[in-house]
């Protein structure tokens, strides 16, 4: 959707202050208004979660445009919040439900690992979930740059000063067994033959994501003997 374009402040100077003038200015866009009339109807409207998400980022794509037309002008951003929703045909309250139960984070100059982490977790479940839906859009939904979420990725998958994912006790019991199923096979398809030990436990290691050293102190954590097979049961992985 694109806003009629918002020119010099004199145009605004005729009566009415810019707040007022700026809301006006949004909404003569004919999509909004054929949009926000739908609200009126009686009958009310069931969305699926791929709707709410497009919404979501309609939404923030509507507000971060309305402000940079605006820009130097005087409004009420609540308001402004308000008319966007309706133009949907929701309420404000409603998208913030939405954003609550998807998990979707306020904009913030800094981030924790762990919500660095939440924050891609929620990129990718989104993504797999909705495979049409392009990469900057969910970025948008989850009100950040998309920029910064691959700047993330990339430093999670090896840099020093990267992201560092925390496990579940589950996740590394997983991780453990999965290791030692590997490890199994590994050994009875090369019965016979002569391999390095070592670098057979650390290439396993690099294939689950994790260091081997990670894995002898998750085994030692749960007292787990580094011969000893875990009892869970995984899918099995291949060895390239």
Sequence with gaps: MEFDRISDKEEFDNGK???????????????????????????????????????????????????????????DMNKIDKKIAQSFGVSRSTINNWKKKFGFSKNKKKYTN?????????????????????????????????????????????????????????????IIAAFDELKKEFKTRAKGMLYNVKKLEEKIAKKLGVALRTIYYWKKQFEIPKNKRNALTLNKVEIA
Aim: net charge positive; charged share 40%; aromatic share 10%.
């Design 17 to 75: 202050d810019a707040e007022e003038q700026s809301t006006d200015s949004l909404f003569d866009n004919s999509n909004l208004k054929e949009s926000s009339s739908n609200s009126q109807k009686d009958i009310k409207k069931m969305y699926s979660k791929v709707e709410k998400q497009e919404i979501i980022a309609e939404f923030y794509k509507l507000k971060k445009e309305f402000k940079s037309r605006a820009k130097g002008m005087s409004y």
């Design 114 to 174: 762990a919500e660095k982490w939440e924050l891609l977790k929620n990129f990718y479940k989104i993504k797999k979930e909705n495979p049409q839906l392009r990469k900057d859009k969910i970025a948008q939904m989850l009100n950040i740059h998309i920029s910064t979420l691959y700047s993330w990725e990339r430093k999670s998958k090896g840099s020093k000063a990267g992201i560092k994912k925390i496990y579940s006790e589950i996740e590394k019991q997983e």
